[in-house]
């Protein structure tokens, strides 16, 4: 029941708008507006609009009995200051962009939650974009994106649209890619190699004595480069014999524990004395695992098995499983910390950071 850790190095809310303070109100504005605004806010403080801007902006700019009558004004009004008007006076709109594949993959969780809570400390928040496996809606997304001009943003991948690619380049915004490597960043990256994990993950295995190996991977680009150096390593040390490629089993991603049933079901069809399967996600492991159980095959035994994410349940799989660990709180504090510096004026002296990986070695392998 040992867990051994290998590591790779050994190896915006929206808000009701008012427009300048100092324009004359148009007659039956707030009610045609549908919000309150700060010149409401003034009226009910029984001070001038641009004095409530002062309270809200800079309060050490007004006396302590003006600032607790806005505040208290604002507190009865409910109002929302319009933070995209003061962006646009101070060339800041205090949002950072993330753009993950999918919202629903686990695997990405730690690195949003790090981001979310690192940026916040900073006074940032985070606008969270969905991008999809296909690339198909990324180029749009950051298309917008850059329109509301956000302080940074932090993607996860390389950036491989030669378009969206030059508009960011164009735009000026400190741009983090994530969960990859390439000597060409956009700007600045935070990730680790894919390739680099599948050859360690072969190695791994082949050292354990398994000659028999199969893959259950997603059909995404970076899932897809981990299996390819997989089945590419395990060929050189001699664990693939034949002229047949080493068998693979392809799905759909976002990944899921039903798939990786099917996936073993399928493999073992064509090579039923399998003895390794890595995956490219701990959910089709897990699926593996539970298809594997219930054919009355010995896990680990008979069949070795190998994820990828270390999610939160993989320690508590009884066996427990093996898997590959991508520290994601680090990754999210690095990009955090780089769009931080970038945005105070600050040099980022080190632009490409490999933060590596680790094989947490349990039971299932």
């Known amino acids: 029941m040992s867990e051994n850790r290998l590591s790779s190095s050994e190896f915006p809310a929206a808000s009701h708008q008012d427009g300048d303070a100092a324009s004359p109100r148009r007659r039956g504005s707030r009610k045609s ?48 200051p319009n933070l995209l008007a003061g962006g646009l006076a101070s060339n800041k709109s205090r949002l950072v962009a993330v753009v993950v594949p999918t919202v629903i993959g686990p695997v990405f969780q730690e690195i949003v939650h790090t981001l979310t809570e690192t940026l916040a400390a900073a006074g940032y928040q985070v606008m969270l974009g969905q991008s999809g496996y296909e690339n198909s809606r990324e180029d749009a997304l950051l298309e917008a994106i850059i329109g509301r001009r956000p302080d940074g943003v932090v993607l996860t991948g390389i950036m491989r649209s030669a378009e969206a690619r030059k508009r960011l380049l164009a735009s000026g915004i400190p741009v ?6 390439t000597p060409t960043p956009i700007d600045m990256l935070v990730g680790f190699s894919h390739e680099a994990i599948g050859r360690e993950v072969a190695r791994y295995l082949h050292q354990r004595g398994r000659k028999k190996v199969a893959v259950v991977g997603g059909r995404d680009e970076r899932s897809q480069r981990r299996m390819n150096a997989f089945a590419q390593e395990c060929v050189a040390l001699g ?14 991603a976002p990944t899921t524990l039903g798939q990786g049933r099917q996936g073993l079901a399928e493999l073992l069809q064509a090579q039923p004395d399998l003895d390794a399967i890595f995956c490219s996600s701990d959910l089709l492991a897990l699926g593996v695992m539970i298809e594997a159980q219930s054919r009355g ?5 008979q069949l070795a098995v190998v994820g990828f994410g270390d999610l939160e349940f993989s320690r508590d799989l009884q066996p427990r499983l093996t898997t590959v660990r991508i520290d994601g709180t680090g990754i999210g504090q690095r990009a955090a910390r780089f769009i931080i510096d970038r945005a105070a ?6 632009r490409v950071v490999d933060v590596g990986f680790s094989i947490i070695a349990r039971d299932s392998a």
Request: glycine share 8%; proline share 8%.
């Open 297 to 301: 095959i010995a896990i680990p035994e």
């Open 345 to 350: 004026g600050i040099e980022v002296a080190e």
């Open 239 to 252: 664990m693939h014999e034949g002229r047949a490629p080493l068998p693979m089993h392809h799905v759909t």
């Open 33 to 80: 507006a549908g919000g309150v605004t700060l010149r409401d806010v003034a009226q009910l403080a029984g001070v001038a609009p641009i004095t409530a801007s002062r309270a809200l902006n800079t309060p050490s700019a007004v006396s302590p009995k003006v600032l607790q009558k806005v505040r208290e004004a604002v507190e009865k009004t409910g109002y929302v």
């Open 176 to 181: 983090v890619e994530t969960w990859d490597l």
